[in-house]
């Protein structure tokens, strides 16, 4: 198993532009997480989604979208890149809460 | 709702002397808890887990918790620090659907 991927490893934006950042999982997991690091901070929830069709917010929302129309795909989108977006993405996913997180290896992005 | 306290910012420990890395959680019945650790620029990796099965548990790379209900503690020990261990550590409960973290513990070898 590949376990959590996630692409691209890097990205640089100009502010304005737009992205997805591509998490995929090959586990048959229902749950998926996007979490976002600034430096020296801990994860802050973006977005989950616990089964294909459905997500919900998370702590930070603003700035971002998500889809789930796969159990295996968890795309995040960011409109109109700003400054603040600069940070470190990680997606994750669960067959549970109660049995953990397996996590992604991270996408570091800057936005100019 | 459940959440976790990391006791320490900052624990800073001589190589091969013993790591203790403090976690007390807040809950009304036994949650499932863990521990990750994050090196340097990379992403979080499953350190252990408990699930309620034992109360002492087992990890990666000589790490283990035991799970205090009395002390309301999950706290992660190593009998003898290395040089590779200096990372950050996370205590997680889940709560609900989502994952409630810690506030992290660095971890600092010195040689």
């Known amino acids: 198993n590949a376990g959590v991927t996630q692409t691209p490893k890097f990205r640089i934006l100009k502010i304005g532009q737009s992205m997805t950042l591509q998490c995929a999982q090959d586990?048959?997991?229902?749950?998926m997480y996007w979490y976002r690091q600034d430096p020296g901070m801990g994860l802050k929830l973006i977005y989950y989604s616990v089964g294909a069709g459905i997500t919900d917010k998370g702590e930070v929302p603003n700035g971002y979208n998500v889809s789930r129309s796969t159990t295996e795909d968890f795309p995040l989108r960011l409109e109109l890149a700003a400054p603040s977006q600069t940070s470190v993405y990680f997606c994750?996913?669960?067959?549970?809460?109660?049995?953990?997180?397996?996590f992604g290896p991270g996408t570091r992005l800057t936005v100019l | 709702a459940q959440s976790v306290t990391q006791l320490d910012s900052h624990v800073s420990v001589s190589e091969g002397t013993p790591v203790l890395l403090r976690c007390n959680y807040s809950s009304s019945y036994s949650p499932s808890l863990f521990w990750y650790v994050q090196h340097p620029n990379k992403g979080l990796q499953l350190l252990l887990k408990?699930?309620?099965?034992?109360?002492l548990v087992k990890g990666i790379n000589g790490f283990e918790a035991e799970f205090k209900k009395s002390e309301t503690s999950f706290h992660l020990t190593k009998p003898s620090a290395h040089m590779s261990d200096a990372a950050e550590y996370f205590c997680v409960v889940p709560t609900g659907n989502q994952f409630y973290f810690g506030t992290g513990t660095s971890l600092t070898v010195i040689p």
């Open positions: 408990y699930t309620s099965a034992a109360t």
């Open positions: 994750a996913s669960s067959p549970s809460p109660d049995l953990g997180q397996f």
């Open positions: 586990m048959n997991h229902n749950y």
